[in-house]
């Protein structure tokens, strides 16, 4: 019979690992560890795992090929990668293999405890889909607005890209926000006028229990608008994260290269069931 475990967590820093095991402790996940990939996957084939955190950079194996052997064996369990390097190539990377998302080194409490609270939620929902057949329904009904193109460009499954009129770009959130980040208390912008760079701190989401949730810009742009909706009623990035819960608008920079990092969906959006799909246990 298999052991069950909440999470494994891959990294060869004793530090890193106690400081991570103890967030994580403390709020009731039931925790395992392996200090190298060699030894993460002959756990994987002995035990039950609801979520890994990973390390990118491990001896021999790196987080990327983490991801690319379990999506071949366990494809329903969320990865998030740690990383203390630089971040836009590393998201990129990270995403295209098909991470849930990444925390940059050092990180702080709420924003370890974000991450994998959403993640966890994530698990959850992609397991009954998938147990029980449901017909999975996308958050993503209606264009934004009325006026995009039908065409989002992702970062994974975790933001999004509607290139509108006039070159204007509006940034939202993926399949990986809504419906798992609890009630959310506040979202904090970058300021009007600055720049945003692809793969790095788009918006800051305050959630459920004060956990930080951060989102990775999909484009890089100057901000010349913000939705003011959202600081009325910030829970329209869980209902309407396509619609009126959109996030911010930007000029892109670097449009045409930016967009080869990115995965093109109609307008039914990114299907999270496709990445999950059964597999023999």
């Known amino acids: ?37 060699e030894d993460a996957l002959k756990k994987l084939q002995i035990n039950n795992y609801k979520l890994i955190l990973t390390d990118l950079m491990l001896p021999r194996i790196s987080g990327i090929d983490i991801i690319e052997k379990v999506q071949q064996t366990n494809p ?12 836009f190539e590393n998201a990129m990377k990270c995403f295209k293999a098909g991470a849930f998302d990444f925390i940059p080194k050092p990180f702080d409490i709420d924003e370890l405890s974000g991450v994998v609270y959403r993640a966890m939620r994530h698990a959850e929902l992609m397991r009954e889909i ?87 810009a999909p484009l890089s742009g100057k901000v010349v608008e913000i939705n003011h909706e959202l600081e009325k009623n910030p829970n329209l990035m869980n209902t309407e994260p396509y619609q009126n819960g959109w996030l911010i608008k930007i000029i892109p920079t670097n449009l045409e290269s930016e967009l080869e990092n990115l995965i093109l969906h109609g307008f039914e959006g990114a299907n999270p069931k496709n990445y999950y799909k059964k597999t023999p246990r």
Request: hydrophobic share 45%.
């Open 1 to 37: 019979m298999r052991n069950q475990f909440d999470i494994l967590i891959i990294e060869d820093e004793p530090v890193i690992v106690n400081v991570t095991r103890k967030v994580l402790l403390r709020e009731g996940f039931r925790i395992d560890e392996a200090f190298d990939a």
């Open 76 to 87: 329903e369990i969320p990865i998030i990668i740690m990383t203390g390097y630089a971040m």
């Open 130 to 216: 998938i147990l029980h057949e449901k017909q999975f329904q996308p958050v993503n009904e209606g264009r934004l607005g009325g006026y995009g193109t039908g065409k989002y460009y992702y970062l994974g499954l975790h933001s999004w890209a509607d290139i509108v009129q006039d070159g204007v770009t509006v940034l939202g959130l993926g399949e990986t926000f809504p419906a798992r980040m609890g009630e959310i208390q506040r979202v904090e912008f970058p300021a009007l006028n600055t720049f945003i760079w692809q793969g790095n701190l788009c918006v800051k989401i305050i959630a459920h229990k004060h956990l930080v949730h951060s989102v990775w």
